[in-house]
């Protein structure tokens, strides 16, 4: 067999993956506050792309087609059974996405208003104008702002170590306290406490143990009380000293601490003296204190979650799908000065324009794509949990990622992408839409799958529900689940247990013995 070198050809698929197409993927894998900065972005860069600002009036969906743009919206009809009936045909579902297709006609679009504009001046030459409403900024003369400097100052909060420097000020007015004082500031931690021994920072700064200790125990005296204490039981004290209830026996709860974590109520009442009743208002004491008294001070605000998709009941009793108008990023193409730009245009010019104007036409489609398919995989979810929304979280039902793209008839990473970082308000309140697919539980005898969600709310209420002499072990609550249909093991309630934080029988029995 002769060996040497040989030419042939062979044809194969493959697939590319174009830049428009990462843009689409892109955009349908992003919330509404994304999709819209990403619009910011093209608006600067594009300049054949222009905002859509007109507003949208919700009983002229008509109009709005005609002039070029819809609001996007799905109707369900309420549903009868187990709520998979077969869905009718959605036309909304072809309405074009708000503010991605453009209008009718070419006529211009930067027709703006020039009232507010000098007139042809005075017999002195010099311009006059109007004085009449210029917008929502007042008068083009000034004379209605009534603001003084005070409303254009931005008040900003102190930050924990602001406010007790300023403690620190109007309390220390020997040199050497203040500069103890500020080092304590330098070294405490985000819970407000400061774990260096009096020891060590006599020994940095050349002064005495003695000098150190009286500094930090007037700081650990400041707003809020308990801060710069070495540990958790100092910080404590404190606050219960502040208080007047630091007895011997709190004293005594304060130095066996661990056996409190271990909830050994028996060996903290034989520590301490006291009777169960005392022993209950001990911890319930302990239980207002803030172990943590500087983790509340610079906590940083929850961020606001804007859903991307609303629903809502219509007054037949259906549900009513739609976009968020508030966040819809909507655009146009100005196709006007596209054509006056060509006119006498080089050769340079028409290229860059013909890119430009493919880029912005390619992004009004991907928004409108976008749009139409975020409508589907959202009705199509609602309607399967039709039960959850009308009922509560113990009718949720099992649902995959392939239950709904065989539905919708699209490919199930389509519908992931889709659902990542989406939320949806609803009358229960605001869900991400991958909140909606859990696993399925087998029911008992081959009976009806059950989400995995509304077991675990299931485990939650029997837990809440259980009183001292009734406490369920993770046995029992296997037999009331498998008496209600469900089939499931003892390991998987015990890691829904303790995904819900719930501790387990034994530390259960012991809570509840104490006397609340």
């Given at each position: 067999?002769?060996?040497?070198?040989r030419?042939?050809?062979?044809?194969?698929?493959?697939?590319?993956?174009?830049?428009?197409l990462?843009q689409?993927?892109?955009?349908?894998?992003?919330?509404?506050?994304?999709?819209?900065?990403?619009?910011?972005?093209?608006?600067?860069?594009n300049p054949?792309?222009?905002?859509?600002?007109?507003?949208?009036?919700p009983?002229?969906?008509?109009?709005a087609?005609?002039a070029g743009?819809?609001?996007?919206?799905?109707l369900?009809?309420?549903?009868?059974?187990?709520?998979?009936?077969?869905?009718p045909?959605?036309?909304?579902?072809d309405?074009?996405?708000a503010?991605?297709?453009?209008?009718a006609?070419?006529e211009?679009?930067?027709?703006?208003?020039?009232?507010?504009?000098?007139d042809?001046?005075?017999?002195?030459?010099?311009?006059?104008f109007s004085?009449?409403?210029?917008?929502s900024?007042?008068?083009?003369?000034?004379?209605?702002?009534d603001?003084?400097?005070?409303?254009?100052?931005?008040?900003r909060?102190?930050n924990?170590?602001?406010?007790l420097?300023e403690?620190?000020?109007?309390?220390?007015?020997?040199?050497?306290?203040?500069?103890?004082?500020?080092?304590?500031l330098?070294?405490i931690?985000?819970?407000?406490?400061c774990?260096?021994?009096d020891s060590?920072i006599?020994?940095?700064?050349?002064?005495?143990?003695e000098?150190?200790?009286?500094?930090r125990?007037?700081?650990q005296?400041?707003?809020?009380?308990?801060?710069?204490?070495?540990?958790?039981r100092?910080?404590?004290a404190?606050?219960?000293?502040?208080?007047?209830?630091?007895?011997?026996?709190?004293e005594a709860?304060?130095d066996?601490?661990e056996m409190?974590?271990?909830?050994?109520?028996?060996?903290l009442?034989r520590?301490?003296?006291?009777?169960?009743?005392?022993?209950?208002e001990?911890?319930?004491?302990?239980?207002r204190?803030?172990?943590?008294?500087?983790?509340?001070?610079d906590i940083?605000?929850a961020?606001?979650?804007?859903?991307?998709?609303?629903?809502?009941?219509?007054?037949?009793?259906?549900?009513?799908?739609?976009?968020?108008?508030?966040t819809?990023?909507?655009?146009?193409?100005?196709?006007?000065?596209?054509?006056?730009?060509?006119?006498?245009?080089?050769?340079?010019?028409?290229?860059y324009?013909?890119?430009?104007?493919?880029s912005?036409?390619?992004?009004?489609?991907?928004l409108?794509?976008?749009?139409?398919?975020i409508?589907?995989?959202?009705?199509?979810?609602?309607?399967?949990?039709?039960?959850?929304?009308?009922?509560?979280?113990g009718?949720?039902?099992?649902?995959?990622?392939?239950?709904?793209?065989?539905?919708?008839?699209?490919?199930?990473s389509t519908?992931?992408?889709?659902?990542?970082?989406?939320?949806?308000?609803?009358?229960?309140g605001?869900?991400?839409?991958?909140?909606?697919?859990?696993?399925?539980?087998?029911?008992?005898?081959?009976?009806?799958?059950?989400?995995?969600?509304?077991?675990?709310?299931?485990?939650?209420?029997?837990?809440?529900?259980?009183?001292?002499?009734?406490?369920l072990s993770?046995?029992?609550?296997?037999?009331?689940l498998?008496?209600?249909?469900v089939?499931?093991?003892?390991?998987?309630?015990a890691?829904?247990?303790?995904?819900?934080?719930?501790?387990?029988?034994?530390?259960?029995?012991?809570?509840?013995?104490?006397?609340a």
């Amino acid at each position: 067999m002769a060996m040497g070198p040989r030419l042939d050809l062979r044809q194969s698929q493959s697939l590319v993956m174009t830049p428009q197409l990462r843009q689409a993927i892109k955009l349908l894998q992003s919330s509404n506050m994304e999709v819209i900065a990403f619009v910011e972005e093209e608006l600067e860069r594009n300049p054949l792309l222009e905002r859509d600002d007109r507003a949208l009036d919700p009983g002229a969906d008509a109009h709005a087609e005609e002039a070029g743009f819809a609001e996007p919206r799905a109707l369900l009809p309420a549903t009868t059974g187990d709520g998979l009936d077969p869905p009718p045909v959605l036309d909304a579902f072809d309405a074009a996405a708000a503010g991605t297709l453009q209008p009718a006609g070419e006529e211009a679009l930067d027709v703006r208003d020039w009232s507010n504009v000098a007139d042809g001046g005075t017999e002195s030459g010099e311009p006059q104008f109007s004085g009449q409403s210029s917008g929502s900024g007042g008068r083009s003369d000034f004379g209605d702002d009534d603001r003084g400097i005070d409303d254009l100052a931005i008040a900003r909060p102190a930050n924990l170590r602001e406010h007790l420097a300023e403690q620190a000020r109007l309390t220390f007015f020997d040199r050497q306290d203040r500069m103890i004082a500020a080092q304590f500031l330098a070294l405490i931690d985000p819970a407000g406490r400061c774990a260096v021994p009096d020891s060590r920072i006599a020994g940095a700064m050349g002064t005495t143990v003695e000098r150190v200790a009286a500094v930090r125990a007037r700081m650990q005296r400041f707003d809020p009380t308990g801060m710069f204490s070495e540990c958790l039981r100092d910080c404590l004290a404190v606050q219960l000293a502040e208080k007047n209830r630091l007895d011997p026996a709190m004293e005594a709860l304060l130095d066996n601490l661990e056996m409190l974590a271990r909830r050994d109520t028996r060996g903290l009442m034989r520590v301490c003296g006291v009777d169960a009743e005392d022993m209950a208002e001990m911890v319930a004491e302990l239980r207002r204190l803030n172990p943590k008294p500087g983790a509340d001070f610079d906590i940083a605000p929850a961020p606001i979650v804007v859903p991307d998709v609303l629903l809502r009941r219509a007054p037949d009793q259906s549900w009513i799908i739609e976009l968020n108008p508030e966040t819809l990023p909507r655009v146009l193409v100005n196709r006007g000065f596209l054509a006056r730009a060509q006119v006498g245009a080089n050769r340079e010019a028409k290229t860059y324009l013909a890119e430009h104007a493919q880029s912005a036409n390619w992004l009004v489609k991907s928004l409108e794509q976008r749009a139409n398919t975020i409508l589907k995989v959202s009705a199509e979810i609602v309607r399967r949990q039709d039960g959850f929304f009308r009922h509560g979280v113990g009718f949720l039902r099992a649902m995959i990622l392939r239950d709904v793209a065989e539905t919708v008839a699209m490919h199930e990473s389509t519908v992931s992408r889709v659902t990542a970082n989406k939320y949806i308000a609803t009358p229960r309140g605001t869900f991400e839409l991958k909140y909606f697919f859990t696993t399925a539980i087998a029911g008992t005898m081959g009976g009806e799958t059950h989400s995995a969600e509304a077991v675990r709310h299931r485990i939650k209420t029997m837990v809440e529900a259980e009183g001292p002499e009734g406490v369920l072990s993770d046995d029992a609550i296997v037999l009331r689940l498998r008496d209600e249909g469900v089939d499931i093991a003892r390991r998987t309630v015990a890691k829904y247990r303790d995904a819900l934080r719930i501790p387990s029988s034994v530390q259960r029995k012991r809570e509840k013995a104490v006397p609340a």
